[in-house]
Nanobody, 127 residues
Framework: QLHLVESGGGLVQSGGSLRLSCAVS????????IAWFRQAPGKEREGVSC?????????DYAEAVKGRFTISRDNANNMVYLQMSALKTEDTAVYRC???????????????????WGRGTQVTVSS
């Protein structure tokens, strides 16, 4: 069983930056992919980014965040990061990281495959 804890959210002005962290603990499988999802009030949950296992050779981003967000992972410390830059008010949401046992690749479309979830961290971007 994996335990995920997000941190790094907060209030930032439009155009600013934040770095979210996802700490992974517990009985980690040999290979697991991590994805970030977000959900704004009154909106459906959407995938933001994902990174594959091992050295994170595969990453993917939603169109809305491409060029602004960067996902990375530190396997030695079981950490995954989401660097968010040029933030917009529409990025305001609760951000959650999730994990799936997966050796190759990643995606954030097969949401039901992600069995382990953090509780989330609030990101608020003001105009």
């Amino acid at each position: 069983q994996l335990h995920l804890v997000e941190s790094g959210g907060g209030l930032v002005q439009s155009g600013g930056s934040l770095r979210l962290s996802c700490a992974v603990s517990g009985r980690t499988p040999d290979y697991y992919a991590i994805a970030w999802f977000r959900q704004a009030p009154g909106k459906e949950r959407e995938g933001v980014s994902c990174i594959s296992s091992d050295h994170g050779d595969t990453t993917d981003y939603a169109e809305a965040v491409k060029g602004r967000f960067t996902i990375s992972r530190d396997n030695a410390n079981n950490m995954v990061y989401l660097q968010m830059s040029a933030l917009k008010t529409e990025d305001t949401a609760v951000y959650r990281c999730a994990a799936v046992a997966r050796a190759v690749g990643c995606d954030f479309y097969t949401v039901n495959d992600y069995l382990y979830w953090g509780r989330g961290t609030q990101v608020t971007v003001s105009s």
